[in-house]
């Protein structure tokens, strides 16, 4: 039982890259349900109006009247939105089409910025998770802004590919100003490398530079570009309980331990 555990503030990591089809959502889905078979408590806040992250949960559309949209605008507590997915210890904030709007509608609210970290403050006294992953639309608009100022650690991924590094520059100085001006506790949590093609010098190539870019802030796990990976979507299911033993779902466990060890690190510094 989820609320029976003792309460501890929850990490919330967003992530984000303004860029599409990096590999965001399947990050999500599966960093998610890599942590909670490591026995973490977690929570997955869909923000795309697209709804993939839902949708990889095997959420059906019927199930997600309080959404992230309820959510934002103050409709609906995290509590009220939030349902069960079918791992254990994992719930879901699902996004439905609504959200869409919410980039223009949130224009004129007060305290634009804020509203995700508002509804995020109300919850923490009552939350049953240790951890919250936010998974990001492909901007950096004003949804995108609510996940940065909501979030203690951002996580990015990056696809292996020849134009990985491009708008990656924008993205960091987005993050130096929500820091500055709407967040000064904003950390990186790092940068991970998805798609990664070992038969591909291109790969080899990128990811040598990002790291020669990023250093130690790029984890030394790199996600492989493989099928089953992107199959388990369509079955509604992350690619852990999908297919356990591939080699998309052993990396995704991989990336959790090392994510939950840098978080102890981090702690420990703090
Ligand atoms: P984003 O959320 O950044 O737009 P997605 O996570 O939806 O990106 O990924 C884009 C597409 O690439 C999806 O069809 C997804 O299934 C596929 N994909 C993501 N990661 C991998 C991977 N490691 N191997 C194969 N396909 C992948
Ligand atoms: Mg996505």
Known sequence: DLASSAVVAPRILAIVNQ????????????????MAACRKRVLVIDLDPQGNASTGFGIPRKAREADS??????EASIAEAAIETAVPGLEIVPASPDLSGAEIELVAMEHREFRLREAVVRHVAASPYDYILIDCPPSLGLLTLNALVAADAVLVPLQCEFYALEGLSQLIRTVE?????LNPSLEIQGVVLTMFDRRNNLSEQVAADVRGHFGDVVYRTVIPRNV??????????????YDTGCTGARAYLDLAREVLRREQSLADAA
């Open 228 to 241: 089953r990976i992107s199959e388990a979507p369509s079955y509604g299911k992350p690619v852990i309980v």
């Open 177 to 181: 100003r929500v820091r500055k001006a």
């Open 19 to 34: 860029k599409g089809g990096v590999g965001k959502t399947t990050t999500a889905v599966n960093l998610a349900t890599a």
């Open 69 to 74: 949209y309820a959510v934002l605008i103050g």
